[in-house]
């Protein structure tokens, strides 16, 4: 019988690290195994006898650290391990302060004083094994496991220019030199050390990025309550002083005064209210829910009606009206009457824990494309080693001159060192990231830039993505007298319809009164405020019996109302209004599409990507604002995790897929996707999840994003392939003795300057 293993790894520095763990693990009986590098874990599957030391030794046999994972059956989803680079900042740092000198006096003949040469060379020695210690570190893993990575040409690049300075260094003492040594005895610590510093700059990028999927899980498990008020039968200990109710920690607001009181006490009977954490929660606990509190579990309603905000959840902008029998999610959110709630999930069984666990498994499953550097590096590093061993031994053995062979041999290690290859990326990255900052577009690293290249479907979520997220009034029949009768029936009401009401009628009421500025009349007197299960308000206003809602409960109470549907705007939720049992008229309220939105699908459609709907709203609000934009194909009222069978369906059919999201509902979506882009305004959870995040929120960043990425994208290859092709192309001299050490180190400077230079040019992306 097969059983499943997590595991946490440490180590781990690049693709070709978790490549080489999944491979170890793959080779033993009966086990498969998958490794997440960003969120440094693997998940095993096995097969066989072996035991949890097995796996762990065959783990750590690579060169890595592994420790199983305890199971917490109290846990509210995955567990979360931080992910430390702290330990390379004062390494970055120390090396930088030493490496200023160093360069410095290297490069400026003018400060060549005497004596120099020992003093950057005790500069050096830091920089060199303690500043590059990672990579020294991490070269010899790979060693250990029989490859050869980018740290690998790092590690040997410093270790031969360091190396081969110190001796010549020793060689001028052996010659009769002690202070003062000649300017022909070069040395090459300048060249170590600025190696050193300008990869730990790219090692620290790189580890951020990588903490951005850690961030995305504990986003999306913060989102939860901290406890819970759960009624128990008998005597207990009271959840708050009489006359008041307290919000549970973590909660947003509650009802308090003297009425909440009462009526929460006669509805509880002789039950009393006791606070307890979320994980003490337990299935078949019954907890009470105050206005504006997030729910603190799955769970059934069984007393009270309300309208439960679950736009993290679906996307909906609308509230959902609950009553008893109803199903209710944890950390959905309250938005207005008192709810008695039966738990029927908790802890890691819940919905909410159920899509950080699809967010973990998707970023599990996404394809580690190791970096072109590394690729070039696993085959480049061993023939430049023979290169150099070969020439060392045709020089020994053809013309006994064995002290040129091994000036030849260094050389051709020194011009083969990857000072240029490892600036290509980082160098590239930091001024587009630069640049795209400037321009309001986060792009996470290189895995997220390789993607843009392939990537052929554009997936849009709608609310607040491609619309304002916000429902505003879109028309209104009724006089403005009448309409600010509405509004002030409205302004008792939190619900996101009446909100839009209100907020439009300065406008409307102001417009008919000549003014731009008009405001509510609050002289008006509202007394004898319902709040009608089913979507509708009534009160009276001066007197006059006034009721508000959707036509069907109008309907209900006996009022006719008369709706046109050409006068109804497609999409829009309809607010009728009775005053006196009479039907006066329609308000019609929407969320609608953001100006932008038009123009930046266009800009993606002349871009050659196609373009899709997807969104948890109903149907017809889906295709009216496609139809608007010009989207053809539309995919609506989808959860969280139909959002991902939606994802997986188009990469199954060949697509490479781009997903565009602002919610925690489109988190474990954003992270499946071959890219994920998040727009700035949404949640935490969305914008850790994504690989381009667009701080503006501007659908026109979208198009932008995707040209920056594929222009950044370009200039990465070409900086590689010019890297490369400096100190290929030199090989040869070197090897026949045609090259001097001081010229290898001039080339790889220059091939250097060349490849920032090159970078430099993503400062005119427009």
Avoid at 449 to 478: A, Y
């Amino acid at each position: 019988m097969s059983r499943e293993v997590d595991l946490d790894i440490t180590g781990m520095t690049c693709a070709s690290c978790s490549a080489r763990i999944e491979k170890k693990l793959t080779r033993l009986e009966g086990v498969s195994a998958e490794v997440n590098l960003p969120l440094e874990t693997a998940h095993v599957v096995i097969d066989s006898d072996l035991t949890d030391a097995d796996i762990t030794a065959a783990v750590e046999k690579a060169g890595y650290g592994a420790r199983v994972r305890e199971s917490s059956t109290g846990s509210s989803g995955p567990e979360i391990v931080d992910y430390d680079p702290r330990h390379l900042r004062p390494r970055f740092i120390g090396s930088l302060i030493l490496a200023v000198p160093i360069v410095a006096v290297s490069m400026v003949m003018g400060w060549h004083f005497a004596g120099w040469q020992w003093v950057v060379a005790l500069l050096a020695l830091p920089v060199v094994t303690w500043g590059a210690w990672p990579f020294h570190s991490a070269a010899y893993k790979a060693a250990r496991g029989g490859s050869t990575t980018m740290d690998t040409l790092v590690s040997v690049g410093i270790i031969v220019a360091s190396g081969y300075s110190y001796y010549t260094l020793a060689r001028a003492v052996a010659d009769g030199y002690s202070w003062t040594i000649p300017a022909e005895y070069h040395v090459w610590f300048e060249a170590a050390a600025a190696i050193t510093v300008f990869l730990l700059i790219g090692k620290l990028t790189e580890d951020r990025a990588k903490t951005r999927a850690t961030a995305a899980l504990k986003a999306l498990l913060d989102l939860g309550a901290k406890s819970a008020t759960v009624l128990r039968e008998g005597p207990g200990e009271a959840a708050s002083a009489p006359g008041t109710t307290a919000a549970a920690p973590g909660t947003t607001a509650a009802a308090s005064g003297p009425a909440a009181s009462a009526s929460e006490a006669a509805a509880h009977g002789s039950r009393t209210e006791v606070q307890v954490p979320i994980d003490e929660l337990a299935v078949g606990d019954v907890f009470l829910v105050r206005p504006g509190e997030k729910i603190a579990t799955d769970g059934e309603v069984l007393t009270g009606h309300s309208a439960i905000d679950e736009a993290m959840l679906t996307g909906e902008s609308v509230p959902v009206e609950v009553a008893p029998g109803d199903s209710v999610t944890g950390a959905t959110i309250n938005t207005s009457g008192a709810l008695e709630v039966r738990a029927t999930r908790v802890g890691s069984d819940t919905t909410l824990a159920a899509m950080a666990d699809l967010v973990s498994r998707a970023q599990t499953g996404k394809p580690a494309v190791a970096r072109l550097a590394d690729r070039i590096s696993a085959v480049f590093v061993p023939i430049v080693f023979g290169i150099a061993v070969v020439t060392l031994l045709v020089w020994g053995f053809a013309t006994g001159d064995w002290a040129m062979g091994l000036h030849a041999g260094l050389t051709v290690l020194i011009i083969a060192c990857p000072c240029a290859l490892g600036l290509a990326t980082p160098t590239a990255l930091a001024v587009s990231s630069g640049r795209g900052s400037q321009l309001g577009i986060l792009v996470s690293g290189p895995e997220a830039l390789e993607s843009t290249r392939s990537i052929d479907t554009v997936v849009l979520d709608k609310t607040g993505t491609l619309t304002t997220g916000v429902m505003s009034l879109v028309g209104t029949d009724l006089p403005a007298a009448e309409f600010g009768i509405l509004a002030r029936l409205e302004s008792r009401s939190e619900h996101p319809i009446a909100r839009a009401l209100v907020e439009a009628a300065p406008e409307v009421v102001g417009a008919a009164a000549g003014s731009p500025t008009g405001t509510l009349a609050e002289t008006q007197e509202v007394t004898d405020f319902e709040n009608i299960p089913g979507g509708g308000l009534r009160a009276t206003i001066d007197g006059a019996e006034v009721l508000a809602g959707r036509p069907d409960l109008l309907r209900e109470h006996g009022i006719e109302v008369e709706v046109s549907a050409e006068s109804v705007p497609r999409g829009a939720t309809i607010v009728a209004l009775a005053i006196d049992g009479r039907f006066r008229g329609l308000s019609f309220v929407a969320d609608e599409a953001k100006p932008s939105a038009a123009e930046a699908i266009a800009e993606l459609h002349s871009l050659g990507l196609e373009t899709v709907l997807l969104t948890g709203d109903n149907a017809q609000a889906a295709e009216v604002v496609a139809e608007t934009l010009g989207i053809t194909e539309v995919r609506a009222d989808v959860r969280p995790e139909g959002k991902v069978s939606v994802i997986t369906e188009l990469q199954e059919r060949g697509r490479a897929v781009a997903m565009v999201g602002d919610g925690i509902n489109d988190a474990a979506a954003l992270a499946g996707a071959d890219l994920g882009i998040a727009m700035g305004s949404g949640t935490d959870a969305a914008m850790a999840a994504s690989d381009i995040t667009m701080v503006k929120s501007d659908p026109r960043q979208i198009p932008q994003a995707v040209r920056l990425s594929r222009r950044t994208l370009s200039l990465i290859k070409g900086n590689l392939f010019w890297a490369f092709a400096y100190n290929t192309a030199a090989i040869p001299i070197a090897a026949f003795g045609l090259l001097d050490p001081m010229i290898a180190g001039a080339a790889m400077a220059f091939s250097s300057v060349f490849v920032i230079l090159n970078s430099l040019r993503l400062l005119r992306f427009e």
